[in-house]
Structure formats: C-alpha cells, structure tokens
C-alpha cells in the first residue's frame, strides 16, 4: 500500500535515526554511508516540500553523536558543525551562486581532504593541553583526554604559549586498521567495519592502554575561535596550525573558480585509493573569514562550506527501491 508523505516522512526518520545509533554510538553501522547518504538526501527533499512534518529531532536538524555510557561529558561552548553534502559539480555551482547572491562578489575557495574519522576538540591553556573531546552532538561531546595524549600526533605542548581550542579529525591509518582487524579476527574478536569506525571505537575506549595500541593519527583544520590568532583566512590558519605543532593535512588548495575546484576533486578520485588514509570526499570553503562570518550558519551546518561526497567505491548494500513523493 502507498504511504502518505508523513509515513514516508516518519519511516525515514525512524530508520536514520537506528542507523545513526549503530554507527555513532556502537561503531557498528548495519548499512553503509552511500545507503545512509541515499535515504538522508530523499529525507531531505521531502521535508523540503512539506516542512510541516519536519520535527526538531528530525536527523536533518541535528548532529549525529551521543556521549557514549562511561564518559565524562563535555559541553561545547562554541558547538561543532556538521557539513551539507553535495554529489555533483551542479550542486557545488549551486553551492557558489548561494554564496555569491548572499556576500554580492565571487570569492575564492579552500578545498581540503574529507578525511573518514570523527571530529575531535582539543583544548589548549598556555599552549598546554588540558583537554580532548569528541563532537558528539556538536553541543555535548566525550572527554577523551587521556586517551588523546596517548595519539603521537597531538602535540602536548605547542610553540607558543597561548589558548585555543582546535578542531580536526582523529583517523586510523589504512596499515594500522588493516593489521587491527588481522589482529582481532585471529583473537575471535569482531572487525571493524571501516578505519572511520576503527578509530571512533578506539579513541572512545575506557582504557588508555588500548588507544595507544591502536595508532590513531590526526589532522587539524580548525579553531573554535580564531581571534587568538590574528590570521583574516582559512589557509593562512592552517599554516599557523602547523607553525603551532599540529599536523594539518597538506593536500589542501585555494581555488578561484569552481573548474579549478572541480579539477582539485577529480585529482583526489583517481588518487584516492594511493593515501596512507581514507578520505570519503573533499570539503570546499570559502577561504576569507569575513565572508564566513557574513554566512553564517544553520542548525547543523555551515553556509560557507559544503562536502563533496565521492561515489561509493563499490556497491555494497542494494539498494532498496523506496517509493518516495515529493
Ligand atoms: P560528515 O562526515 O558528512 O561531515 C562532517 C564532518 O566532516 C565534520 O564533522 C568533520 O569531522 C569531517 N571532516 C573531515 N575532514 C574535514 C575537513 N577538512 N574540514 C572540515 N570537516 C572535515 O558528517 P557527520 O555528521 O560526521 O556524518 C554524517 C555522515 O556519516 C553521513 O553522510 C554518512 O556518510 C555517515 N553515516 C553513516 C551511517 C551508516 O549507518 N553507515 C550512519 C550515520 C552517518
């Protein structure tokens, strides 16, 4: 029997919201993210058409992450976004005329790897650090300290004695989940399901010990707040990042046109497969940060950025055919 747009509506809101779970809160997804992304755009579109049946706890309103039993939480007083998705290069120029109608000039754009791990805080006084979190639902998050002092890669001290709170993506090495996953199939143990649930399950363990065993590593990209800094764009704030003792991942270009942005993503299609470290997309930017703060953001995300995703590599679900109205 055909649904009404509300059951359709409810359907793929209750369904998101269960794979949500099993992929943020149990590191476990039971489908995968091109399915998840499928179902996500077609919720999308239909709460577009009727945005009378849009609830606030709708997985288009949030940011997906809960605190996992057993941690201490964290609120973020400055939240942590998500990104909006975009699957085409019509999608990115639609992306860039919405910038332009809004700021009234063309601007130039920062693309950067999407790098598959999960979003972490790390927190700085007197470029010490004090604390690490992950985003959770952007507003409450873990407080994963220890166990992001164990990651090599996250400095303990910086250059320069200051306070900041920096932001980036805590990822598993292609090598190291290979060898985990060898590892655990010999011991019995379940495997992961990919390094992006790899590294979500171990920086997010009780015990130290285990995420040092795991060899995470990370690349930082942002700041909650950029004023200490002094810097007025997106690639002078990752120099500065590196300057600091961060690892900021160096793929990045500024663009001046949406071709060149364009020939930056279909550089990285064909060179996927070649980096140490999974990358699901490219996230496109506006570079200027006064053009940043003219845009401003929704409840989930940023105006001035999208995700490009990249087509899944393989089918790996099939895809059930929903019957969807908009
Ligand atoms: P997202 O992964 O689509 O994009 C936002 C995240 O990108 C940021 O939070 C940040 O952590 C990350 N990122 C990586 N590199 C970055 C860079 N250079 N600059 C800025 N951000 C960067 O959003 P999300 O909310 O973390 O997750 C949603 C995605 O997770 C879905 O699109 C889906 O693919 C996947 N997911 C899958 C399932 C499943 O069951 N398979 C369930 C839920 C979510």
Not at 69 to 84: A, D, R
Not at 266 to 276: A, G, I, N
Request: glycine share 6%; with cysteine.
């Amino acid at each position: 029997m055909k649904q009404t747009v509300a059951e359709q509506i409810h359907d793929l809101q209750k369904k998101l919201t269960e794979y949500a779970y099993a992929y943020y809160v149990k590191d476990q997804p039971v489908v995968d993210d091109a399915y998840y992304d499928q179902l996500y755009q077609q919720l999308v579109a239909l709460e577009t058409a009727h945005p009378e049946y849009q609830t606030s706890d709708s997985p288009t309103q949030r940011v997906g992450g809960v605190v996992r039993k057993g941690f201490e939480k964290v609120v973020h007083e400055i939240p942590l976004y998500s990104l909006n998705d975009v699957f085409s290069k019509a999608e990115i120029i639609a992306f860039d005329q919405r910038v332009q109608k809004t700021l009234g000039h063309a601007v130039s754009y920062i693309c950067e790897l999407k790098i598959d791990g999960l979003s972490i805080s790390l927190k700085y006084e007197n470029g010490r650090l004090v604390r690490g979190a992950t985003r959770g639902d952007g507003t409450i998050g873990e407080n994963i300290t220890d166990n992001s002092k164990t990651v090599k890669s996250i400095p303990l001290t910086l250059t320069e004695p200051i306070d900041i709170e920096v932001r980036g993506e805590c990822y598993m090495p292609k090598a190291s989940f290979i060898q985990l996953n060898q590892k655990r199939e010999e011991e019995g143990l379940d495997i992961f399901a990919n390094p992006r649930n790899a590294a979500a399950g171990s920086i997010r363990q009780l015990d130290s010990k285990v995420t040092a065993s795991r060899n995470l590593s990370t690349f930082l990209y942002t700041l909650a707040d950029f004023g200490p800094l002094h810097v007025t764009n997106q690639a002078e704030a990752l120099t500065h990042l590196d300057d600091l003792g961060f690892r900021t991942n160096q793929e990045r270009a500024v663009c001046s046109t949406i071709d060149d942005v364009w020939a930056y993503i279909e550089s990285f299609h064909d060179k996927r497969s070649q980096l140490p470290y999974e990358i699901d997309g490219v996230v496109i930017k506006v570079n200027d940060f006064s053009d940043q703060n003219q845009l401003g953001f929704t409840v989930k995300a940023p105006r001035w950025a999208v995700a490009y995703k990249f087509p899944p590599e393989e089918a790996q679900t099939t895809i059930e055919e929903i019957e969807w109205t908009v």
